[in-house]
Each structure stands twice: as C-alpha cells, then as structure tokens.
C-alpha cells in the first residue's frame, strides 16, 4: 500500500524559503510508476497544482509558480521534495504531496496535508 | 491555461437522492482527460473517476463520469450520507493542470 507524509516547518517568514518534504512508502520513487506532485489548498479557494518530478528527474512546473519552485527526488531516501523561494502571505496554504499514476495520470494517492502560514 | 467552472456552488439533497455535479471548461479538454476527486472536511482528496467516466478502484458504482470536449458531469445516484464533502473536477489535458471550484455537497 502506497503512503505519502508531508513534513516542514508550519510557519515561514516573508522572503524566506519554503521548504517540504514527502516520505514515500510502498513504492520506490526511482519507479516509473508515479508522477511526484505538490499541490496546495489556498483558505477559501480551490485547489492548485504546483508542479511534479518523474523518477527520471525530469520536472513539470506550474507556469505561475515557475519562478520560485523547485522540485525534486530523493532516491536514496525516497523522498521528494518543495523548495518555495520568496514566499509572500499568498503562498500560505495546505500543502499534498501526491502521487500521479502513470497508469490513468490522476492522482490515487495523496499525503494528509500540512499546513504552512507565511508570517512575521 | 484551461479554466474550469463547476456548478452548482453549494447543493442540498438528502440520502437517496440523485446528484448531478457540472464541469465546464474554457476549452476542450484533450481526450477527456478529466478526473473528479471527493475531499471531506480536514482530509485530503480521493480520487473518484479518471478519464472522464472511469470508476477508481474500490468506488461504488452509484457515482459515475460523463461527459466529453468542454461539459463533463458526476452523477451519484443514490446518496449515501458518507458522500458530504467537496467535490473538485481536474483536467489534465494540457498544462499546468487545473481544477474547478468545487462543488460542495450538503447532505
């Protein structure tokens, strides 16, 4: 059974960088059978994908975020990882870690979700 | 980037009932690929259909996908009260993917 758990700091400061990780198990990210996604949850809106890394290490972006995003793999500790630059209170959010079948290319399953808060 | 606008915002029904959930898009979805996903309040979401109409593992077959280019729609046609929650629809046709609002689900 595939599990994800998010981990990080839950409150950075304006400017700063963001950063989180996903713990994986029940499957090797070095596997190509999962796309691995950020996604977050703004209060009071929708959803937004972030932008995922295949185990090729080839990354897809989120065109908005592009510019302060970075996300990659792990291997060793399978794991992958959300690096946010220049975070601003816009960025505060829920933030999943998922996996995205390559098999049906949605994403069947999913972290619980932290919650990070930008502020002084 | 796609834009996709789910209606309605907010539906009240009770178990039993028939649910009809709407997914518009701004343009036509590459080979339907769309998913509708469930989220219950603190949880994360769970994947309910891909490609448009078919059933991820272990979902009832009370909910079903339809639709094709821009108008897709998820259909529960019986409630159960485990159903509360939001729903969101994503495409994944083109990027950056994107979802829809949400439906939330009043039971």
């Known amino acids: 059974q595939v599990q994800l758990q998010e981990s990080g700091p839950g409150l950075v400061k304006p400017s700063q960088t963001l950063s989180l990780l996903c713990t994986v198990s029940?499957?090797?990210?070095?596997?190509?059978?999962?796309?691995w996604t950020w996604i977050r949850h703004h209060p009071g809106k929708g959803l937004e994908w972030v932008g995922n890394?295949?185990?090729?290490?080839?990354?897809y972006y989120n065109p908005s975020l592009e510019s302060q995003v970075t996300i990659s793999l792990d291997a060793s500790k399978n794991q992958f990882s959300l690096k946010m630059t220049s975070v601003t209170a816009a960025d505060t959010a829920i933030y999943y870690c998922?996996?995205?079948?390559?098999?049906?290319?949605?994403?069947?399953?999913w972290g619980q979700g932290t919650t990070v808060t930008v502020s002084s | 980037e796609i834009v996709l606008t789910q209606s309605p915002g907010t539906l009240s029904l009770s178990p039993g009932e028939r649910a009809t959930l709407s997914c518009r898009a701004s343009?036509?979805?590459?080979?339907?690929?769309l998913n509708w996903y469930h989220q219950k309040a603190g949880q994360a979401p769970s994947l309910l259909i891909y490609?448009?109409?078919s059933r991820a593992t272990g979902i009832p077959d009370r909910f079903s996908g339809s639709g094709s280019g821009t108008d897709f729609t998820l259909t529960i046609s019986r409630l159960e009260p485990e159903d509360f929650g939001v729903y969101y629809c994503?495409?994944?046709?083109?990027?950056?993917?994107?979802f829809g609002g949400g439906t939330k689900l009043q039971i």
């Open positions: 029940g499957v090797s990210v070095s596997r190509g059978d999962y796309y």
């Open positions: 490609g448009a109409s």
């Open positions: 343009q036509s979805v590459t080979s339907n690929y």
């Open positions: 994503q495409q994944y046709g083109s990027s950056p993917y994107t």
């Open positions: 890394v295949y185990y090729s290490a080839r990354t």
């Open positions: 998922a996996g995205e079948s390559t098999r049906h290319y949605a994403m069947d399953v």
